[in-house]
């Protein structure tokens, strides 16, 4: 299980990530959103698109812009749209899950 880890709270929780330029993006779906306030902070990356922040807020502190994501990349980015990646001191930890084989049927 992979874990994005900050001020001691576990941001997002999933099983795999998908990698992209070293940065590990979480599935939107993991993302602990009680720590997560949106951010009106954009920045465009020429390939993948227009990237939207978070800023997060654990136990009285905020880290701003700590986490981006693309809400709508463009088509070679589409892999990583809408998952979650981090930066500024949050830490990923933890292990991804291997893929589980396919079931075959036969028994």
Partial sequence: ?????WNGKVIAETPRTVIVEGNHYFPP??????YVTPSRTRSLR???GVAR???L??????????AW????????????KGHVAFWRGVRVEGTPEPDQPADSGFR
Avoid: C, H
Wanted: charged letters at 25%.
């Fill in 29 to 34: 779906e993991s993302l602990n959103r009680q």
């Fill in 53 to 55: 922040y978070y800023s």
């Fill in 57 to 66: 807020e654990v136990d009285g502190l905020t880290n701003p812009d700590a």
């Fill in 1 to 5: 299980m992979l874990r994005a880890v």
């Fill in 46 to 48: 020429f390939w993948k």
């Fill in 69 to 80: 994501y693309y809400p709508r990349p463009s088509p070679l980015a589409r892999k990583i």
